[in-house]
């Protein structure tokens, strides 16, 4: 076992409210025994946002059943995702749930819930959830099974560790095929998935579940007047012609689990019979340590299935102590671990900003250890300060309930903090610890943003400055040759969502560009640059002087500016400048004028002068410095690449690919089902403005792609010179 995992034999399960953890303060509502945060992740729509919907109903949270496609639902709450019917921005939500079996049947568990978009504009919104989340629901369409971002939203909760259950919802369309999905996510997503419930019947005939552990069946209920939330489950014998499946499924359910649990383990090598109680448990920690699946077939539009699935959630996920240890780092870089405990210190992680009209900037944060009082304040580890927090609350979607104290596991939000980026951390000034932020892809479209009159230039400014400190995907530039603001996103929907709310929010009047790639630069070898800024005729002159040694970083690990100045050749005082420096430089690359990244750059040599120096001097230097050495270290133009996705009737499989390859993309896979093919292709973004609509065209309609940024790679050399001759932002050629 790593020490990332969390160690399984320490699970507890804990039914008495006397005898919760001494790690609990008296006076919380909930103990964190009995409180579990869960994600709702999945591709576009597959019915998270309906899911979502459908657990605030029967936890009695809402008496009344929003709909996505009416602008009704609770997490979608924003014009913009009322009007499109998707969900932009992550939204929480909290329910209590009674489960109808198990250990903690009757006892009610709060459950907080963030429900995440789909689109893979706003996979940013994905990443900070499950960074803070205990477990997830990954949501499947039982008709599409394992698409393109259920494998993104998948790798991104393996990235932050966190336990799923899955549920495999629409069952009520058409084709709906609950095992073809389960094996769908044992080979894409190389998930050990197992059924947890099998389907009694499909599409219009869906009309129940049996629970394999239970080994009864459900069958589903309308509400009536007396139980209108449905807590009371019509549960019944196997029906005669599943049982033999039901047995079978089951064995393999044991066998799956047996790993992780010895006395399941030595019955089922001894033909024993296996009890609910000892096999939720076995499910329970199989899933826990993240290896193993259970899959819950249902259909949330019809309201099937999302009782059980509350089930799953408190019988299988993790409350949040069962998590892997937390860890940060403190002022010297060393690691700290922190207890998860009401009773410790406080340490926690702003996740998200949100400007709201009513009560100005929220931070989302999520409390691993200690209290939080409103009225008192946080020391940000950053920024070396502590802020006063003037309110505390609990989002409820767009509501929010304000709270005079907040405990470990809780996800609330703060008013009142303004020095905050997402990602830092707030903790008690003598604790100072960082905790890991979770971190973002690069944006991978511009688009230029011109606004109408002066008095819009000073609004839109105070507009993206808003924007970006919450979105940390969103990027925002002014071009040097040209005045113009760059807009940096994450896809065409992305930043077409920002102009939208520029407008709605902040009354801003612009006019927009055409999308432009957001292309990279890097380099191949390492190289050494000179940078001297010296200007001495007469008067104070000035005096900067650096020797710099570049060379190729990580992919993803940014520029990392190292000092290894020895015997003050460079004052201190004059290493921050030049790093400044250095970083200015990398604004703006020396192949076309775009941001560079992943190098490393080593200061390893300089002079001074004892009165022309100057912090702008070495900063100068810093940048000649930098833009020499990267001109002498092989630089090269990145540009992301698109992993594309299009399922299409066979017949148009041939005109697909060909498009495809004109489109320089090279094919990945090929896959057949049912008549349909599913092309897999890594397609560069330059050539795929515009490519929804071509291929419905091509194909009458009947194709459709998704399309999601894989990784970027260096651009040809027969494409660099028509690219570096368009670009705006090219260094000045001589
Ligand atoms: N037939 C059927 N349709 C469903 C089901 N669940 C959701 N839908 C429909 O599918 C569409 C998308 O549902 P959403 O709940 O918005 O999906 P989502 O996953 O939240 O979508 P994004 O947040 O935009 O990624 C809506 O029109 C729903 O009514 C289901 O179980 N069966
Ligand atoms: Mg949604």
Not at 39 to 63: C, F, M, N, P, Q
Not at 243 to 271: M, P, T
Not at 690 to 715: C, M, N
Request: net charge negative; proline share 5%.
């Amino acid at each position: 076992m790593s020490a990332t995992e969390f160690d399984v034999s320490k699970l507890t399960i804990v039914t008495d409210k006397s005898k919760v953890s001494s790690e609990n303060a008296k006076d919380r509502p909930f103990p964190l025994e009995w409180t579990r945060n869960i994600g709702i992740a999945a591709h576009i729509d597959a019915g998270k946002t309906t899911t979502s919907e459908r657990i605030l109903y029967y936890s009695g949270t809402v008496h009344k059943m929003g709909e996505v496609h009416e602008g009704t639902a609770v997490t979608d709450w924003m014009e913009q995702e009322r009007e499109r019917g998707i969900t932009i921005t992550a939204s929480a939500i909290s329910c209590a749930w009674l489960a109808s079996w198990g250990p903690w049947k009757g006892i009610k568990q709060r459950i907080n819930i963030i429900d995440t978009p789909g689109h893979v504009d706003f996979t940013a919104e994905v990443e900070r959830s499950m960074r803070v989340l205990d477990g997830a629901v990954a949501v499947f369409c039982a008709v599409a099974g394992v698409q393109p971002q259920s494998e993104t939203v998948w790798r991104q909760a393996n990235k932050y560790h966190v336990p799923r259950v899955a549920f495999v919802n629409k069952m009520d369309r058409t084709g709906a095929d609950f095992l073809r999905a389960v094996s769908e996510m044992r080979e894409k997503l190389k998930a050990n998935a197992h059924p947890l419930y099998l389907p009694i019947g499909k599409e219009d005939g869906f009309v129940g579940l049996v629970d394999l552990v239970q080994n009864v069946a459900y069958y589903f209920t309308e509400s009536t007047k007396e139980d209108p939330l449905g807590m009371t489950p019509d549960i019944r014998e196997i029906p005669d012609d599943m049982k033999d499946d039901a047995k079978k499924w089951r064995d393999g359910l044991i066998e799956a689990v047996s790993d992780f649990d010895d006395v399941i383990a030595e019955k089922y090598l001894g033909g024993e019979e296996i009890t609910t109680e000892e096999l939720m448990l076995a499910v329970r920690k199989a899933t826990i340590s993240m290896k193993f699946f259970g899959a819950i077939p249902g259909s949330a539009f019809k309201k099937k299935g999302v009782q059980r699935l509350l089930d799953c959630v408190v019988n299988y996920l993790p409350n949040p102590m069962e998590v892997p240890p937390i860890r940060g780092v403190d002022s010297d870089g060393k690691e700290i671990e922190i207890p998860v405990s009401d009773n410790s210190k406080l340490a926690g992680l702003a996740f998200k900003l949100w400007t709201d009209p009513f009560v100005g900037r929220l931070v989302f944060y999520r409390i691993y250890s200690g209290k939080l009082l409103k009225g008192t304040p946080v020391y940000n580890p950053r920024t070396r300060r502590s802020e006063r927090v003037s309110r505390l609350v609990l989002m409820r979607a767009m509501d929010r309930e304000e709270i005079d104290i907040a405990y470990a596991g809780d996800i609330c939000a703060v008013v009142g903090v303004k020095d905050v980026i997402t990602g830092d951390t707030f903790c008690d000034e003598d604790l100072d610890v960082r905790l890991e932020p979770p971190s973002f892809p690069e944006p991978v479209i511009s688009m230029s943003v011109e606004p109408n009159s002066k008095g819009d230039q000073e609004k839109m400014s105070i507009a993206l400055q808003r924007l970006v400190a919450e979105d940390p995907t969103l990027k925002v530039k002014t071009d040097a040759d040209t005045g113009q603001t760059i807009l940096s996103g994450m896809g065409e929907l992305h930043l077409d969502i920002i102009v939208d709310r520029m407008k709605r929010e902040f009354k801003v009047e612009a006019a927009v560009g055409k999308p432009q790639i957001a292309y990279r630069e890097t380099i191949l070898s390492a190289a050494e640059g000179e940078g001297k800024f010296i200007r001495q005729s007469g008067g104070k002159g000035q005096y900067g002087h650096c020797v710099l040694k570049v060379e190729p970083n990580e992919k993803g690990q940014g520029i990392e500016v190292i000092n290894e100045i020895v015997g003050g050749v460079i004052p201190k005082e004059f290493i921050k400048p030049t790093t400044d420096g250095i970083m200015e430089a990398c604004n703006n690359g020396v192949v076309a004028g775009y941001p560079v990244v992943d190098v490393k750059v080593r200061i390893v040599d300089g002079s001074f002068h004892e009165v022309d120096s100057s912090e702008l001097a070495f900063k100068m230097a810093g940048i000649f410095g930098f833009k020499e050495a990267m001109k002498k270290a092989t630089p090269i133009l990145l540009e992301p690449i698109m992993a594309v996705e299009v399922t299409t009737p066979e017949e148009y499989q041939g005109d697909l690919m060909g498009d495809i390859n004109r489109r320089r993309g090279t094919i990945q896979g090929i896959e057949n089902k049912n008549g349909a093919a599913i092309v897999n292709a890594h397609v560069p973004l330059e050539n795929l403005f515009g490519y929804v609509t071509d291929i419905r065209s091509l194909s009458k309609g009947r194709a459709s792609a998704s399309i999601t940024p894989s990784h970027f790679e260096q651009v040809p050399a027969s494409l660099l010179a028509k690219i570096v001759e368009t670009s705006s932002k090219a260094p000045a050629r001589s």
